[in-house]
């Protein structure tokens, strides 16, 4: 079975800094894809990043980057320039290629502060 | 195009109670996942419809189930309801075929029982 987790239950960044979130996964599928959501506390879930595994480059969303390290099983998300409205809890998620599910599996999350 | 909707959005049952969940998805949307989100257990996937079938399941028991309409609407039941059940419900939608495709998720229904 696949697993997901993240090992920092909450992280802080100074305002215009930048933050690495931690992501590893387990699975035996070579294919799959990764994602980054962030749910603000408004609670509505919204998708930050995407990568798919067979990709080597690692994608990038404006101020927002992801270090995949597919033989490490290991998804980063770096934030740069950090903002207020970045605070928010970060699910790391992953998603089987094959069979077309849509399932998701998360991790536990990542609560961030930003400070001013 | 509208978003996910949800309804509704807060809800207080009893235990013992059954209650019924709604999902709307994004317009064209043919699938619909669901997930419970709390505090111990985090998000966990529920169940997944497209075309009216269920074509996922987790590891839930059998006093939640859902079903899916012939316009994507989707509903789920929770049937005699527990403390442990009160969570915040996710509904996602999303195209087919879908790729890669990101799902799009709702506001949630947060559920609380008595």
């Known amino acids: 079975a696949q697993t997901v987790t993240q090992s920092q239950p909450e992280m802080s960044v100074q305002e215009a800094e930048t933050v690495t979130l931690s992501c590893t996964y387990d699975?035996?599928?070579?294919?799959?894809?990764l994602f980054w959501y962030k749910q603000p506390p408004s609670r509505q879930m919204i998708l930050v990043i995407r990568q798919e595994a067979y990709k080597q480059q690692n994608a990038t969303e404006n101020r927002f980057s992801v270090n995949f390290q597919k033989a490490a099983k290991s998804f980063s998300l770096k934030i740069s320039d950090s903002q207020l409205g970045d605070a928010a809890m970060y699910f790391c998620?992953?998603?089987?290629?094959?069979?077309?599910?849509?399932?998701?599996?998360f991790g536990q999350g990542t609560t961030l502060q930003v400070k001013p | 195009k509208a978003g996910v909707t949800q309804t509704p959005r807060y809800l207080i049952k009893t235990r013992g109670q059954q209650v019924t969940l709604s999902c709307s998805p994004i317009?064209?949307?043919?699938?619909v996942s669901w997930y419970q989100q709390t505090p111990g257990q985090g998000l966990q996937f529920l169940f997944e419809y497209f075309s009216e079938t269920q074509r996922n399941k987790g590891n839930f028991p059998g006093r939640f189930s859902g079903r899916q309409f012939s316009n994507s609407r989707s509903e789920m039941n929770v049937s005699t309801l527990e403390l442990g059940d009160s969570a915040l419900y996710l509904c996602a939608s999303r195209p087919e075929p879908a790729g890669s495709s990101e799902q799009y998720f709702g506001p949630g229904t947060r559920l609380t029982v008595t």
């Open positions: 998620a992953y998603r089987r290629r094959s069979s077309n599910t849509g399932k998701l599996i």
């Open positions: 317009s064209g949307h043919r699938s």
């Open positions: 699975t035996s599928e070579s294919d799959y894809y």
